[in-house]
C-alpha cells in the first residue's frame, strides 16, 4: 500500500467582528499535510454507512493517528468532511459540494 497522496487536514479559525466596519474578517484555514493512501470506498462500505450507493467518498488511511481536532479535509481542490473515523488513521470522507 503506498501512502502517495498529500491530505491535508484544515482547521477553521472563524473570522473576528470589526466594530468600526461592522463586517466580519475572512476565515482563516490552518492546515497540516499528511500522505495517506486515498482510495474510493468500496460497495460493502457504502451501504453500511449511507444505505445506498455515493458519489465522491473517499477512504483515506495513514501511516500513524493524527489525533489533532480538524473540520475537514482537502485533498488537491476538493474538501471533504468525515463521516467515519476508526482510531485516527481510517478516514470514510464525502465530497462537500
Do not use: C
Not at 9 to 38: C, L, R, S
Not at 59 to 79: H, K, M, V
Amino acid at each position: 500500500m503506498r501512502y502517495d497522496t498529500p491530505v491535508f487536514f484544515q482547521k477553521i479559525e472563524a473570522g473576528a467582528y470589526d466594530p468600526d466596519t461592522g463586517n466580519y474578517e475572512a476565515d482563516a484555514v490552518h492546515e497540516a499535510q499528511k500522505w495517506a493512501n486515498v482510495t474510493d470506498s468500496g460497495v460493502e462500505t457504502l451501504h453500511l454507512l449511507y444505505g445506498e450507493l455515493r458519489q465522491g467518498i473517499l477512504t483515506i488511511r495513514l501511516q500513524r493517528p493524527y489525533t489533532e481536532s480538524f473540520d475537514r479535509i482537502r485533498i488537491g481542490s476538493r474538501t471533504y468532511k468525515v463521516d467515519f473515523s476508526r482510531g485516527g488513521k481510517t478516514f470514510v470522507a464525502s465530497e462537500v459540494q
